[in-house]
């Protein structure tokens, strides 16, 4: 009898029940749909860092917070036999995708090629090709871009790599790699060459008939980088093509090269070394047994390793995540004001308009917990129609989403992706969103509840 | 051996308070109402009927003197406890008849079962029972929006007997019935009241009602000024 009631008795006043299920729904949709966006978000742009970081990274002990400075004298000593050691490890093998070594390096890149003379500080990742194309096929969650090969580098062209968009014009490639709406450099007066100047000129002249193009017909660059005992070397890197970066910063510095140049760069003739070995695992999940299982080796075999995962790497991942999170936190507390606030108004209402009710059922014997109890459960059954109404406009706003084939580049990424809302996926945050509603809807009638249960008999009575 | 006496008034004094002003309802009123009679409490508008009313059905607590009805000293039960005596003793009919709209007419007479948690095939067959009663088994499925008054108060009847409490209150039952249906109503509950063997107390100036009475207590100003009985009609 009470859910009878309770149930006839919020479809009194149909208008304002429909207003206040209404604003229920609103809630559960909006914090379901932004939920769904974000979790999707949150998979695509896990997806996107761990393609480019992997998720775990073995450096040489103190390379994380000081290599920076000095990545040559942070390399990893014996690294093929680190490499194995991981590689053949009974516990880690079955879960690792991807396991490669890595070399961080910076320098200064030059093209002296007489179309425009300059010279520009670079920081490069040097990789094996392969290694990379497979890195960029994870995709664990289906929630990012799946890359093709990337024909920009090669495992048997050590020479061959790309640039940064921002470097490629700062260097003058633009036209060399024909790349579209890179603007030209301006026109530089230069004096009126002296004697001096004309031999530097004959120099320039000399230089300019050295530099040649690779097959290909690809610019090169010089690229100089001071080795592991601070002498300079210098080796020639043919850029296949500018990749435009998401950070204005990396795109006028980034060039990304085959492992083989950046030793012959860093390291010369002596022992070829990297700096960080990435592990890409099958599930992000396997994060801490993996972890725990590398400490445990490099521990075991005495080596001064470190392992940071991709999260520590990628601050901007982590911050990103969080600020994402506390929009739906804000969302959620605007949601959860509007279903209290809309359902005590309604209870207040209702309560008002049944107060002789109230009374006459009192009179008959109703204890006034049974009075709070039954306005409770009317909130609480508003809040489990709307939020059940929501829920279900929800899903066929996702279906709709999902199916319309839209587009968006999120942040860090460079270029567009699926839009789709991950709801499905998110059992927790239907659950969490149904049943925080009805909760909020619940406690709102709580107030106007213990109003009703305290009013005197023969008051409600004489209410009218 | 006399009967003990179903509600016991003892110098019971009730005193509102409206703003800053005392408006003194009942002034030191000692009474007893024996039990198994249709009894009647009359006097003008104002005299403090309905108050004592309100009182003897525990829906209210005088400011002084006792209370006690069914044996049971009011003052000594917590408010819960009160509520389930009253469940369990008491039935009101009102003036406005007081049924819930949202249920049909077997549901309203259900209702105080379902507050004694009976179990479910003995209420049904006790509400279709009350409702055959009172002449309403054909609108069972109604509510009470569809039914005229003098169906809705046949309702209220049903509803304050259906747990055959030891004392049903009437607080003007006929006043928003026409003569004829008030007739009736009152034909009703006096035939019922004689079945049940129930008492029935009520406030009334209604002249057609108190000549059924069998206990009249008239009150004015608050004081109890005079109190008859007669033996049948």
Redesign the interface.
């Given at each position: 009898m009470l859910f009878t009631l309770a149930f006839r008795n919020i479809l009194r006043n149909r208008r304002r029940s429909a207003m206040t299920r209404m604003a229920i729904a609103v809630g559960t949709i909006a914090l379901l749909v932004f939920g769904a966006f974000q979790g999707y978000l949150f998979d695509s742009f896990h997806t996107n860092v761990v393609q480019r970081s992997g998720h775990l990274t073995v450096y040489r002990t103190g390379y994380f917070l000081f290599g920076e400075g000095n990545p040559s004298a942070y390399g990893i000593e014996r690294y093929k036999k680190v490499l194995a050691l991981i590689g053949d490890d009974p516990v880690l093998r079955p879960l690792i995708y991807v396991l490669t070594p890595t070399l961080s390096l910076m320098g200064i890149a030059g093209n002296f090629s007489g179309e425009n003379d300059a010279a520009k500080t670079f920081i490069a990742d040097a990789v094996i090709p392969s290694d990379r194309d497979r890195m960029r096929r994870w995709n664990a969650f289906g929630a990012g871009r799946v890359y093709p090969p990337d024909t920009n580098l090669d495992d048997n062209d050590p020479m061959r790599g790309f640039v940064g968009l921002g470097l490629a014009r700062i260097l003058g490639l633009c036209r060399s790699l024909a790349i579209a709406n890179c603007p030209p450099p301006p026109a530089i007066h230069r004096e009126a060459p002296g004697v001096a100047s004309e031999d530097f000129s004959n120099l320039r002249a000399e230089v300019a008939a050295a530099v040649t193009p690779n097959a290909a017909g690809k610019p090169r660059l010089d690229l100089l980088a001071a080795t592991e005992t601070g002498a300079p070397n210098v080796v020639s890197f043919f850029v296949n093509d500018a990749e435009p970066q998401p950070i204005r910063e990396l795109d006028d510095n980034y060039v990304v090269m085959h492992l083989t140049l950046g030793q012959q760069l860093i390291y010369g003739r002596g022992e070829p070394r990297v700096t960080g070995i990435v592990l890409q695992l099958r599930r992000s999940s396997d994060i801490g047994p993996a972890r725990n299982r590398l400490q445990a080796l490099f521990d075991q075999h005495g080596l001064e390793l470190e392992v940071r995962d991709f999260a520590e790497l990628n601050p901007f991942y982590t911050q990103t995540l969080n600020f994402f999170r506390s929009i739906f936190l804000f969302i959620a507390a605007i949601m959860g004001v509007i279903v209290l606030f809309t359902v005590v108004n309604t209870m207040t209402m209702t309560i008002m308009e049944r107060t002789n009710e109230i009374g006459t059922t009192r009179a008959m014997g109703v204890r006034r917990g049974g009075i709070r109890r039954q306005f409770l459960v009317e909130g609480c059954m508003l809040g489990v129609i709307g939020a059940s109404i929501g829920l279900v406009i929800a899903f066929l706003v996702a279906i709709g989403v999902n199916q319309a084939g839209l587009t968006w580049v999120p942040p860090a990424n460079i270029s567009a992706i699926p839009l789709r809302l991950s709801l499905l996926a998110q059992p927790a945050l239907i659950v969490g969103t149904w049943v925080g509603l009805i909760l909020v809807a619940t406690l709102a009638a709580l107030i106007p509840a213990n109003r009703a249960a305290r009013l005197q008999i023969v008051d409600a009575l004489r209410h009218v | 051996m006399a009967k003990e006496p179903l509600v016991r008034l003892d110098r019971v004094r009730k005193v509102y308070s409206v703003g800053a002003v005392e408006v003194v309802a009942l002034r030191g009123i000692s009474l007893e109402i024996p039990a198994q009679r249709f009894s009647m409490v009359v006097g003008p508008s104002g005299s403090g009927k309905t108050t004592l009313l309100?009182l003897v059905?525990c829906?209210?607590v005088p400011s002084s003197g006792m209370v006690e009805v069914c044996g049971q000293d009011i003052a000594a039960l917590h408010?819960?406890a009160v509520?389930?005596?009253?469940?369990?003793n008491?039935?009101?009919v009102?003036q406005?008849f007081?049924l819930?709209?949202?249920?049909t007419a077997y549901?309203n007479v259900?209702?105080?079962l379902?507050?004694s948690r009976m179990r479910a095939g003995e209420r049904r067959q006790r509400t279709l029972a009350m409702l055959e009663a009172v002449g309403l088994a054909n609108q069972q499925r109604q509510r009470p929006n569809e039914l005229s008054g003098g169906q809705k108060q046949r309702v209220a009847v049903a509803r304050a007997l259906v747990k055959e409490p030891q004392l049903v209150l009437a607080d003007e039952p006929t006043a928003n019935l026409d003569s004829h249906t008030g007739a009736s109503i009152i034909e009703l509950m006096r035939r019922m009241q004689q079945d049940l063997r129930t008492s029935f107390i009520f406030s009334t100036h209604d002249p057609q009602l108190i000549s059924h009475a069998e206990e009249i207590f008239t009150i004015r100003d608050g004081e109890l000024v005079e109190h008859s009985s007669r033996n049948g009609f």
């Open positions: - | 309100n059905g829906i209210d408010d819960d509520s389930e005596f009253r469940a369990r008491i039935s009101f009102f406005g007081n819930i709209p949202v249920l549901e259900e209702y105080p379902l507050l």
